[in-house]
Protein backbone atom coordinates (compact mmCIF):
# COMPACT_ATOMS: atom_id res chain seq x y z
CA UNK A 1 0.00 0.00 0.00
CA UNK A 2 1.32 3.45 -0.98
CA UNK A 3 1.37 6.31 2.03
CA UNK A 4 -1.07 8.49 2.41
CA UNK A 5 0.43 11.42 0.95
CA UNK A 6 1.65 9.53 -2.06
CA UNK A 7 -0.69 10.99 -5.19
CA UNK A 8 -1.54 8.51 -8.22
CA UNK A 9 0.64 9.05 -11.17
CA UNK A 10 -2.10 8.80 -13.60
CA UNK A 11 -4.31 11.71 -11.44
CA UNK A 12 -1.36 13.83 -11.19
CA UNK A 13 -1.02 13.96 -15.17
CA UNK A 14 -4.74 13.92 -15.51
CA UNK A 15 -4.81 17.06 -13.35
CA UNK A 16 -2.03 18.35 -15.93
CA UNK A 17 -3.78 17.66 -18.79
CA UNK A 18 -1.80 14.83 -19.96
CA UNK A 19 -2.93 11.31 -21.12
CA UNK A 20 -1.51 7.92 -20.26
CA UNK A 21 -0.81 7.18 -23.30
CA UNK A 22 1.21 10.62 -23.76
CA UNK A 23 2.43 10.04 -20.37
CA UNK A 24 4.40 6.71 -21.12
CA UNK A 25 6.08 8.60 -24.30
CA UNK A 26 7.48 11.05 -22.15
CA UNK A 27 8.30 9.11 -18.93
CA UNK A 28 8.93 5.97 -19.74
CA UNK A 29 10.30 5.59 -23.07
CA UNK A 30 12.22 8.73 -23.51
CA UNK A 31 15.39 6.53 -21.89
CA UNK A 32 15.20 4.01 -24.55
CA UNK A 33 15.31 6.71 -27.41
CA UNK A 34 18.68 7.20 -27.32
CA UNK A 35 19.66 4.06 -29.26
CA UNK A 36 15.55 3.69 -31.07
CA UNK A 37 16.81 6.51 -32.52
CA UNK A 38 20.19 5.31 -33.76
CA UNK A 39 19.74 2.52 -35.17
CA UNK A 40 23.43 1.12 -37.31
CA UNK A 41 24.76 1.92 -33.61
CA UNK A 42 21.82 0.00 -31.91
CA UNK A 43 22.10 -3.12 -34.62
CA UNK A 44 25.51 -2.88 -34.08
CA UNK A 45 25.29 -3.30 -30.32
CA UNK A 46 22.87 -6.12 -30.61
CA UNK A 47 24.66 -8.59 -32.93
CA UNK A 48 25.69 -11.97 -32.13
CA UNK A 49 28.81 -13.68 -32.36
CA UNK A 50 30.39 -12.51 -36.18
CA UNK A 51 26.59 -11.37 -37.07
CA UNK A 52 25.70 -14.85 -37.32
CA UNK A 53 22.56 -14.95 -35.74
CA UNK A 54 24.14 -16.49 -32.37
CA UNK A 55 24.78 -15.55 -28.59
CA UNK A 56 24.31 -11.31 -27.87
CA UNK A 57 27.38 -9.61 -26.86
CA UNK A 58 28.51 -7.06 -25.35
CA UNK A 59 31.73 -5.18 -25.65
CA UNK A 60 32.62 -4.33 -21.75
CA UNK A 61 34.28 -0.49 -22.39
CA UNK A 62 36.86 -0.87 -19.83
CA UNK A 63 38.60 -4.18 -21.01
CA UNK A 64 37.24 -5.24 -24.21
CA UNK A 65 35.40 -8.43 -23.16
CA UNK A 66 33.01 -9.73 -25.39
CA UNK A 67 30.52 -10.77 -22.60
CA UNK A 68 27.23 -12.78 -23.65
CA UNK A 69 24.67 -10.47 -22.52
CA UNK A 70 22.56 -13.45 -21.13
CA UNK A 71 24.62 -14.32 -17.51
CA UNK A 72 24.59 -17.53 -16.01
CA UNK A 73 23.93 -16.74 -11.94
CA UNK A 74 25.35 -19.74 -9.89
CA UNK A 75 22.83 -19.16 -6.68
CA UNK A 76 20.22 -21.26 -7.43
CA UNK A 77 21.60 -24.52 -8.72
CA UNK A 78 20.23 -28.13 -9.02
CA UNK A 79 21.56 -30.54 -6.10
CA UNK A 80 24.28 -32.83 -8.21
CA UNK A 81 27.71 -31.86 -9.69
CA UNK A 82 26.42 -33.49 -12.99
CA UNK A 83 23.42 -31.62 -13.28
CA UNK A 84 25.45 -28.34 -12.61
CA UNK A 85 28.40 -29.63 -15.26
CA UNK A 86 25.71 -30.22 -17.89
CA UNK A 87 23.97 -26.68 -17.39
CA UNK A 88 27.45 -24.99 -17.88
CA UNK A 89 28.41 -27.06 -21.19
CA UNK A 90 25.21 -26.12 -22.88
CA UNK A 91 25.47 -22.59 -21.69
CA UNK A 92 29.20 -22.27 -22.98
CA UNK A 93 28.27 -24.26 -25.82
CA UNK A 94 25.60 -22.02 -26.72
CA UNK A 95 27.63 -18.29 -26.36
CA UNK A 96 26.82 -18.00 -22.93
CA UNK A 97 30.46 -17.13 -20.90
CA UNK A 98 29.60 -15.11 -17.71
CA UNK A 99 29.13 -16.89 -14.70
CA UNK A 100 28.15 -15.09 -11.50
CA UNK A 101 28.92 -16.76 -7.74
CA UNK A 102 29.41 -15.48 -4.40
CA UNK A 103 30.60 -16.98 -1.06
CA UNK A 104 27.13 -16.45 0.22
CA UNK A 105 25.69 -18.61 -1.92
CA UNK A 106 26.21 -21.93 -0.22
CA UNK A 107 28.89 -24.12 -2.17
CA UNK A 108 28.38 -22.54 -5.22
CA UNK A 109 32.08 -21.21 -5.30
CA UNK A 110 33.08 -24.99 -5.31
CA UNK A 111 30.79 -26.44 -7.78
CA UNK A 112 31.14 -23.52 -10.28
CA UNK A 113 34.98 -24.18 -10.08
CA UNK A 114 34.63 -27.71 -11.04
CA UNK A 115 32.40 -27.44 -13.90
CA UNK A 116 34.16 -24.99 -15.31
CA UNK A 117 37.56 -25.82 -15.01
CA UNK A 118 36.75 -28.44 -17.68
CA UNK A 119 36.51 -25.71 -20.11
CA UNK A 120 39.42 -23.48 -21.32
CA UNK A 121 40.01 -20.76 -19.20
CA UNK A 122 39.49 -18.13 -21.72
CA UNK A 123 36.12 -19.29 -22.74
CA UNK A 124 34.63 -17.76 -19.85
CA UNK A 125 34.61 -15.19 -17.37
CA UNK A 126 34.27 -15.65 -13.81
CA UNK A 127 32.07 -13.09 -10.94
CA UNK A 128 32.48 -13.38 -6.93
CA UNK A 129 31.89 -11.65 -4.32
CA UNK A 130 33.42 -9.99 -0.91
CA UNK A 131 30.72 -10.88 0.97
CA UNK A 132 31.56 -9.79 4.30
CA UNK A 133 28.57 -8.56 5.60
CA UNK A 134 28.37 -10.86 8.65
CA UNK A 135 30.27 -8.71 11.64
CA UNK A 136 32.63 -11.16 12.34
CA UNK A 137 34.45 -11.30 9.09
CA UNK A 138 34.67 -7.20 8.61
CA UNK A 139 37.91 -7.17 9.43
CA UNK A 140 40.72 -7.36 7.20
CA UNK A 141 42.16 -10.40 7.84
CA UNK A 142 39.28 -12.46 8.02
CA UNK A 143 38.09 -10.29 4.59
CA UNK A 144 41.09 -11.09 3.21
CA UNK A 145 40.87 -15.08 4.00
CA UNK A 146 37.09 -14.82 2.00
CA UNK A 147 39.01 -13.20 -1.04
CA UNK A 148 42.12 -15.94 -0.90
CA UNK A 149 39.24 -19.00 -0.54
CA UNK A 150 36.91 -17.65 -3.47
CA UNK A 151 40.62 -18.42 -5.42
CA UNK A 152 40.84 -21.75 -3.96
CA UNK A 153 37.59 -22.84 -4.88
CA UNK A 154 37.03 -21.43 -7.99
CA UNK A 155 40.68 -22.97 -8.85
CA UNK A 156 42.13 -20.15 -10.97
CA UNK A 157 44.71 -17.58 -10.43
CA UNK A 158 42.50 -14.43 -11.29
CA UNK A 159 39.14 -13.02 -11.17
CA UNK A 160 37.19 -11.21 -14.21
CA UNK A 161 34.47 -9.27 -12.15
CA UNK A 162 35.22 -9.18 -8.76
CA UNK A 163 32.49 -7.30 -6.46
CA UNK A 164 31.60 -5.68 -3.37
CA UNK A 165 28.25 -7.67 -2.14
CA UNK A 166 25.13 -6.14 -1.25
CA UNK A 167 26.21 -2.64 -0.92
CA UNK A 168 24.26 0.00 0.68
CA UNK A 169 21.42 -1.97 2.49
CA UNK A 170 22.17 -0.57 6.02
CA UNK A 171 24.08 2.83 4.90
CA UNK A 172 26.95 4.14 5.26
CA UNK A 173 27.53 3.09 8.96
CA UNK A 174 27.40 -0.50 7.78
CA UNK A 175 29.82 0.52 4.19
CA UNK A 176 32.60 2.26 6.11
CA UNK A 177 33.36 -0.78 8.62
CA UNK A 178 33.29 -3.08 6.05
CA UNK A 179 35.34 -1.49 3.50
CA UNK A 180 36.77 1.97 4.04
CA UNK A 181 38.17 2.03 7.55
CA UNK A 182 39.84 -1.73 7.19
CA UNK A 183 41.45 -0.62 4.36
CA UNK A 184 39.55 -3.71 2.46
CA UNK A 185 38.81 -1.57 -0.51
CA UNK A 186 42.10 0.06 -1.52
CA UNK A 187 43.49 -3.52 -1.12
CA UNK A 188 40.86 -4.52 -3.34
CA UNK A 189 42.16 -1.63 -5.67
CA UNK A 190 45.42 -2.82 -6.14
CA UNK A 191 44.39 -6.34 -6.71
CA UNK A 192 43.06 -5.31 -9.92
CA UNK A 193 46.06 -3.30 -10.63
CA UNK A 194 48.04 -6.43 -9.80
CA UNK A 195 45.87 -8.36 -12.34
CA UNK A 196 44.16 -10.51 -10.15
CA UNK A 197 41.03 -8.84 -10.22
CA UNK A 198 40.61 -8.06 -13.73
CA UNK A 199 37.27 -5.56 -13.41
CA UNK A 200 36.15 -4.15 -10.14
CA UNK A 201 32.58 -3.63 -9.14
CA UNK A 202 29.57 -3.56 -6.30
CA UNK A 203 26.31 -4.94 -6.46
CA UNK A 204 24.00 -3.01 -4.90
CA UNK A 205 20.93 -2.80 -2.69
CA UNK A 206 18.91 -0.46 -0.88
CA UNK A 207 20.21 2.84 0.69
CA UNK A 208 20.82 5.01 -2.43
CA UNK A 209 23.00 7.21 -0.10
CA UNK A 210 25.93 4.56 -0.13
CA UNK A 211 25.30 4.22 -4.30
CA UNK A 212 25.44 7.77 -4.77
CA UNK A 213 28.72 7.59 -2.79
CA UNK A 214 30.52 5.17 -4.66
CA UNK A 215 29.65 6.86 -8.14
CA UNK A 216 30.71 10.02 -7.17
CA UNK A 217 34.30 8.91 -6.13
CA UNK A 218 34.44 6.75 -9.36
CA UNK A 219 37.42 9.21 -10.61
CA UNK A 220 38.82 7.59 -7.60
CA UNK A 221 38.13 4.25 -7.69
CA UNK A 222 37.62 3.75 -11.06
CA UNK A 223 34.29 1.12 -10.95
CA UNK A 224 34.59 -1.14 -13.91
CA UNK A 225 30.74 -2.15 -13.55
CA UNK A 226 28.06 -1.79 -11.47
CA UNK A 227 25.29 -4.63 -10.55
CA UNK A 228 22.20 -3.61 -9.55
CA UNK A 229 18.35 -4.92 -9.67
CA UNK A 230 16.41 -3.38 -12.83
CA UNK A 231 13.12 -4.93 -13.93
CA UNK A 232 10.37 -3.36 -16.04
CA UNK A 233 8.57 -2.76 -12.66
CA UNK A 234 11.29 -1.28 -10.73
CA UNK A 235 12.23 0.95 -13.71
CA UNK A 236 9.54 3.44 -12.16
CA UNK A 237 7.87 1.75 -9.40
CA UNK A 238 10.65 0.74 -6.90
CA UNK A 239 10.58 3.33 -4.74
CA UNK A 240 6.79 3.73 -4.55
CA UNK A 241 6.86 1.09 -2.45
CA UNK A 242 5.99 -2.12 -4.51
CA UNK A 243 4.38 -4.24 -1.99
CA UNK A 244 4.58 -2.02 0.94
CA UNK A 245 8.07 -1.55 1.27
CA UNK A 246 9.98 1.78 0.36
CA UNK A 247 13.54 1.60 -1.64
CA UNK A 248 15.62 4.78 -2.31
CA UNK A 249 15.91 4.87 -6.01
CA UNK A 250 13.76 3.43 -8.96
CA UNK A 251 16.29 1.61 -11.65
CA UNK A 252 16.14 4.28 -13.58
CA UNK A 253 17.89 6.61 -11.65
CA UNK A 254 20.34 4.06 -10.64
CA UNK A 255 20.63 2.98 -14.68
CA UNK A 256 20.73 6.59 -15.79
CA UNK A 257 23.61 7.94 -13.35
CA UNK A 258 25.44 5.23 -14.26
CA UNK A 259 25.43 5.70 -18.50
CA UNK A 260 26.38 9.10 -17.36
CA UNK A 261 29.37 8.27 -15.66
CA UNK A 262 30.04 5.85 -18.60
CA UNK A 263 30.02 3.15 -15.67
CA UNK A 264 28.37 -0.11 -17.32
CA UNK A 265 25.26 -2.36 -15.64
CA UNK A 266 25.42 -6.03 -14.61
CA UNK A 267 21.68 -6.00 -14.04
CA UNK A 268 20.09 -8.91 -11.20
CA UNK A 269 16.84 -9.74 -10.50
CA UNK A 270 15.55 -9.00 -14.53
CA UNK A 271 12.50 -11.25 -13.26
CA UNK A 272 12.28 -9.35 -9.91
CA UNK A 273 12.46 -13.05 -8.16
CA UNK A 274 10.30 -14.91 -10.49
CA UNK A 275 7.28 -12.38 -9.73
CA UNK A 276 7.79 -11.22 -13.46
CA UNK A 277 7.73 -14.85 -14.78
CA UNK A 278 4.12 -15.72 -13.38
CA UNK A 279 2.74 -12.43 -13.33
CA UNK A 280 -1.44 -12.09 -13.35
CA UNK A 281 -3.39 -13.50 -16.09
CA UNK A 282 -4.94 -10.30 -16.91
CA UNK A 283 -1.16 -8.65 -17.66
CA UNK A 284 -0.21 -11.77 -19.41
CA UNK A 285 -3.08 -12.49 -21.79
CA UNK A 286 -2.17 -8.65 -22.95
CA UNK A 287 1.14 -9.67 -23.41
CA UNK A 288 0.31 -13.39 -25.51
CA UNK A 289 -2.08 -11.04 -27.71
CA UNK A 290 1.26 -9.40 -29.27
CA UNK A 291 3.41 -12.11 -29.10
CA UNK A 292 1.87 -15.11 -28.74
CA UNK A 293 5.33 -17.29 -28.59
CA UNK A 294 6.50 -15.49 -25.79
CA UNK A 295 6.13 -16.18 -22.12
CA UNK A 296 6.32 -13.42 -19.14
CA UNK A 297 10.09 -13.91 -18.91
CA UNK A 298 10.83 -13.61 -22.23
CA UNK A 299 9.18 -10.00 -22.19
CA UNK A 300 10.77 -9.06 -19.33
CA UNK A 301 14.59 -10.20 -20.42
CA UNK A 302 13.53 -8.50 -23.87
CA UNK A 303 13.25 -5.13 -21.93
CA UNK A 304 16.22 -5.44 -19.71
CA UNK A 305 18.73 -7.09 -23.05
CA UNK A 306 16.62 -3.50 -24.99
CA UNK A 307 18.69 -1.42 -22.94
CA UNK A 308 21.89 -0.07 -24.30
CA UNK A 309 24.12 0.08 -20.90
CA UNK A 310 23.71 -3.54 -19.90
CA UNK A 311 26.65 -5.37 -19.89
CA UNK A 312 25.11 -9.14 -18.96
CA UNK A 313 21.80 -10.06 -17.63
CA UNK A 314 22.02 -12.77 -14.63
CA UNK A 315 19.54 -15.15 -14.53
CA UNK A 316 19.66 -17.72 -11.78
CA UNK A 317 18.78 -20.69 -13.55
CA UNK A 318 18.06 -23.85 -11.65
CA UNK A 319 16.87 -26.25 -14.35
CA UNK A 320 17.70 -27.02 -18.01
CA UNK A 321 14.52 -25.90 -19.56
CA UNK A 322 15.39 -22.56 -17.89
CA UNK A 323 18.34 -21.98 -19.67
CA UNK A 324 17.24 -23.52 -22.70
CA UNK A 325 14.28 -20.52 -23.17
CA UNK A 326 17.03 -18.19 -22.11
CA UNK A 327 19.36 -18.83 -24.80
CA UNK A 328 16.84 -18.94 -27.11
CA UNK A 329 15.55 -15.31 -25.92
CA UNK A 330 18.97 -14.07 -26.12
CA UNK A 331 20.52 -15.53 -29.68
CA UNK A 332 19.97 -13.08 -30.20
CA UNK A 333 17.96 -10.99 -28.32
CA UNK A 334 14.88 -9.31 -30.10
CA UNK A 335 14.98 -5.33 -29.03
CA UNK A 336 11.81 -4.14 -27.60
CA UNK A 337 9.93 -1.66 -29.82
CA UNK A 338 8.44 1.73 -28.50
CA UNK A 339 4.90 0.25 -28.36
CA UNK A 340 6.10 -3.01 -26.74
CA UNK A 341 7.93 -0.27 -24.25
CA UNK A 342 4.92 1.13 -23.82
CA UNK A 343 2.87 -2.19 -22.74
CA UNK A 344 5.25 -2.89 -20.32
CA UNK A 345 5.27 0.07 -18.88
CA UNK A 346 1.04 -0.30 -18.65
CA UNK A 347 1.61 -3.23 -17.11
CA UNK A 348 4.01 -2.56 -14.63
CA UNK A 349 1.53 0.43 -13.65
CA UNK A 350 -1.03 -2.07 -12.61
CA UNK A 351 1.05 -4.63 -11.20
CA UNK A 352 2.38 -1.72 -8.73
CA UNK A 353 -0.92 -1.71 -7.28
CA UNK A 354 -1.15 -5.60 -6.72
CA UNK A 355 -0.59 -6.02 -2.73
CA UNK A 356 2.57 -8.82 -3.71
CA UNK A 357 5.27 -8.67 -1.12
CA UNK A 358 8.61 -7.94 -2.75
CA UNK A 359 10.73 -11.30 -2.07
CA UNK A 360 13.35 -12.01 -4.83
CA UNK A 361 13.89 -15.58 -3.25
CA UNK A 362 17.85 -14.70 -2.79
CA UNK A 363 17.12 -16.72 0.63
CA UNK A 364 19.99 -14.07 2.57
CA UNK A 365 17.42 -14.44 5.11
CA UNK A 366 17.09 -18.19 5.77
CA UNK A 367 17.75 -19.69 7.84
CA UNK A 368 15.12 -18.76 10.17
CA UNK A 369 16.14 -19.00 13.74
CA UNK A 370 12.50 -20.62 14.43
CA UNK A 371 12.68 -22.61 11.08
CA UNK A 372 9.74 -20.21 9.10
CA UNK A 373 10.65 -21.01 5.24
CA UNK A 374 10.50 -17.13 4.95
CA UNK A 375 10.96 -17.13 1.08
CA UNK A 376 8.15 -19.97 0.75
CA UNK A 377 5.25 -18.16 2.50
CA UNK A 378 6.37 -15.13 0.43
CA UNK A 379 6.04 -17.06 -2.80
CA UNK A 380 2.54 -19.19 -1.36
CA UNK A 381 1.29 -15.49 -0.76
CA UNK A 382 2.30 -13.87 -3.99
CA UNK A 383 0.88 -16.63 -6.25
CA UNK A 384 -2.36 -16.12 -4.33
CA UNK A 385 -2.70 -12.31 -5.13
CA UNK A 386 -1.54 -13.35 -8.69
CA UNK A 387 -4.12 -15.52 -8.94
CA UNK A 388 -6.65 -13.17 -7.72
CA UNK A 389 -7.26 -15.23 -4.09
CA UNK A 390 -6.22 -12.70 -2.18
CA UNK A 391 -7.03 -9.75 -1.43
CA UNK A 392 -10.22 -11.80 0.17
CA UNK A 393 -12.97 -9.62 0.14
CA UNK A 394 -15.48 -8.46 3.66
CA UNK A 395 -16.46 -11.16 5.67
CA UNK A 396 -19.54 -10.33 5.35
CA UNK A 397 -19.53 -11.13 1.50
CA UNK A 398 -21.05 -14.48 0.51
CA UNK A 399 -17.76 -15.84 -1.05
CA UNK A 400 -15.57 -14.78 1.53
CA UNK A 401 -15.81 -18.21 3.71
CA UNK A 402 -15.01 -20.00 0.01
CA UNK A 403 -12.16 -18.15 -0.90
CA UNK A 404 -10.49 -18.14 2.79
CA UNK A 405 -10.72 -21.93 2.94
CA UNK A 406 -9.06 -22.01 -0.63
CA UNK A 407 -6.46 -20.22 0.62
CA UNK A 408 -5.95 -22.45 3.90
CA UNK A 409 -5.94 -25.19 2.17
CA UNK A 410 -3.47 -24.30 -0.52
CA UNK A 411 -1.29 -23.28 2.18
CA UNK A 412 -1.25 -26.61 4.21
CA UNK A 413 -0.08 -28.14 0.82
CA UNK A 414 2.50 -25.67 -0.26
CA UNK A 415 4.41 -24.86 3.19
CA UNK A 416 5.30 -27.39 5.57
CA UNK A 417 3.92 -27.25 9.03
CA UNK A 418 7.29 -27.04 10.49
CA UNK A 419 7.90 -23.76 8.39
CA UNK A 420 4.66 -22.24 8.87
CA UNK A 421 4.04 -18.38 9.26
CA UNK A 422 3.05 -18.79 12.79
CA UNK A 423 6.38 -20.30 14.27
CA UNK A 424 7.32 -16.59 13.42
CA UNK A 425 8.77 -14.99 17.24
CA UNK A 426 9.46 -11.54 15.50
CA UNK A 427 13.41 -12.12 16.62
CA UNK A 428 13.73 -9.74 13.62
CA UNK A 429 17.18 -11.21 13.13
CA UNK A 430 15.56 -11.45 9.25
CA UNK A 431 15.41 -7.90 9.33
CA UNK A 432 18.96 -7.05 8.65
CA UNK A 433 19.80 -9.60 6.29
CA UNK A 434 16.91 -8.63 3.51
CA UNK A 435 18.32 -6.66 0.59
CA UNK A 436 14.63 -5.63 -0.48
CA UNK A 437 14.40 -4.27 3.13
CA UNK A 438 10.90 -6.18 3.85
CA UNK A 439 9.47 -6.05 7.72
CA UNK A 440 9.22 -9.90 7.48
CA UNK A 441 7.73 -9.82 10.90
CA UNK A 442 5.34 -7.58 10.26
CA UNK A 443 4.13 -10.08 6.44
CA UNK A 444 4.18 -13.15 8.54
CA UNK A 445 1.67 -11.84 10.56
CA UNK A 446 -0.47 -10.60 7.86
CA UNK A 447 -0.45 -14.38 6.40
CA UNK A 448 -1.07 -15.68 9.89
CA UNK A 449 -4.54 -13.58 10.21
CA UNK A 450 -4.99 -14.66 6.89
CA UNK A 451 -5.11 -18.37 8.14
CA UNK A 452 -7.34 -17.26 11.19
Request: glycine content about 8%; charged content about 25%.
Amino acid sequence: MKEPNDMNRRKFLKQLGIGTASAIGLMVLEPLRAFADEPSHAAKRMQGPLGDGGMTYRVNHHSGDKVSLLGFGMMRLPRSQEEVNKMVDYAIEHGVNYFDTAPAYGNSEDVTGIALKRHPRESYYIATKMSNQRRNVQSFEESKKMYERSFKRLQVDYIDYYLMHSIGGSGMDDFRPRFIDNGLLDFLVSERKAGRIRNLGFSYHGNVEVFDWLIDHNDEYHWDFVQIELNYVDWRHASLGNGGWKKDADAEYLYNKLEKAGIQAVVMEPLLGGRLAKIPEEFSDQLKAVRPQDTPATWAFRWVGSLPNILTTLSGMSAMAHLEENVRTFSPLDPCTEQENALLARIADGMSGYPTIPCTACRYCMPCPYDVDIPGNFAYYNDAVNKKLLPLPDKSSPDYAKRAAEFKKGYKKAIDKKAWADKCMDCEECLKKCPQQIRIPNQMERIVELLG
